[in-house]
């Protein structure tokens, strides 16, 4: 208990360092992920300092959102309504958002901020406070991505592995033979096709948010049209990514209309932001994230599962790119602390205090051997393994704590 008291009472305190005054392009507090370091110093830099030391001196899209879910522990209730403001306040005429940004730029050109804006407002935003511009900055938001994301069967693909976040996902890149640090044939790889179940999950999220904040706006046109498109893509989902052999939901490509058999995390996500027919959850849990042979692992849910071939807990990720961080095996926090809600959901409880307890106690053993925490660790093992002063959803632990105690 001690050791987790430690672990909150250093988040806490870190946690506040992320968390930064208006400044240059971004209007209203921001958030950076990484803690003591100058935000947006490597604007000007050819090679940005994540890919050389692996702070981050920006701000990213869902590690704003998903840091801004914990914001009331640091007395900063309205920071996920800030962060929205920001991104939004840079949005182009078409819609398009940058996925990071800094005071002085946006970086990552052509990478579309990921669909958690219209989920962050909604948990951020009371009625009260609910601008109409806001709505419809949002909708314009989304419009892009029907517009530049969608493709067969009404799903949506991502620009690039990179756009994902999950920056080596195995699944997106869809891998036909191992490759160490470049590949020949990498403008083969469909990542920029693949109709993919995280992004048309947080869609789905992202859709019954939009149609909540319509109607909270009195936009009653618009709430029925995001109610229409949430259910359309929940059909979608289920009749076109839904894995029977697997157990959970894959990438499709509309190439050849064949599925992407790959246990990535990813695959239950559509589980995570419940976009899901109920009768499909119990297999998903017993299935893959419980089973010890795929993602249940000593120190957490893996983010491959430990079945794939490919499957790897190096510090940065193999196979055709040279990427920073690595998610094809390695324990992160984010997809761990999801994990835990959505099992508390079905009443999986005890399953959800292991997961915890075990992400909790690879976090305090970091704390204890290296005075800080980091991106991503060897789920095995509980070494650190990339990115040190990383707090950004490491920040979601304190919900974990919170739900041990």
Known sequence: MNNSLNLKKFLLEKGKLCIHPPAGLLKHEYVTPTYGINPGFDDSAKVPERS?????????????????????????????????????????????????????????????????????????APEAKLEAKVVMQLHNYLEYFRKHRQGAHKLYHWRNVLESGVDDNLALIAPVEAAKDENSKHTDFPDGRLLACDLNAYLYAEFGAMSQLAGIAGHEKLKHEYAVLQTELLESIEANLWNPKLGLYCNLDPESGRQVEIR??????????????????????????????????????????????????????????????????????????????????????????LIAKRVVDTLCRSLAQKNTLYENYDAETGKPLWAPQFISWNSLALELIESLE
């Open 52 to 124: 050389l030391t692996g702070h981050y001196l920006q701000m990213y899209d869902w590690d704003a959102c998903f840091f801004s879910q914990v914001s009331h522990y640091f007395g900063k209730k309205e920071l996920g309504l800030n962060v929205a403001k920001n991104f939004l306040g840079l949005q182009e005429e078409n819609g398009y958002i940058p996925r990071t940004v800094s005071p002085q730029t946006a970086w990552d050109q052509g990478d579309l901020c990921k669909p958690f804006l219209a989920q962050t407002v909604l948990r951020s």
């Open 264 to 353: 990535s995390w990813t695959g239950f996500a559509p589980l995570l932001f419940a976009a899901i027919k109920a009768e499909r959850a119990d297999e998903i849990i017993r299935k893959n994230i419980l089973a010890e042979e795929h993602f249940l692992r000593p120190c957490g849910i893996v983010s491959m599962a430990a079945s794939e071939p490919l499957q790897n807990q190096s510090v940065r990720g193999l196979y055709g790119r040279a990427i920073v961080s690595n998610w094809q095996g390695p324990l992160w926090v984010l997809p761990n602390a999801l994990v835990c809600r959505s099992l508390r959901q079905y009443d999986f409880n005890k399953e959800a205090d």
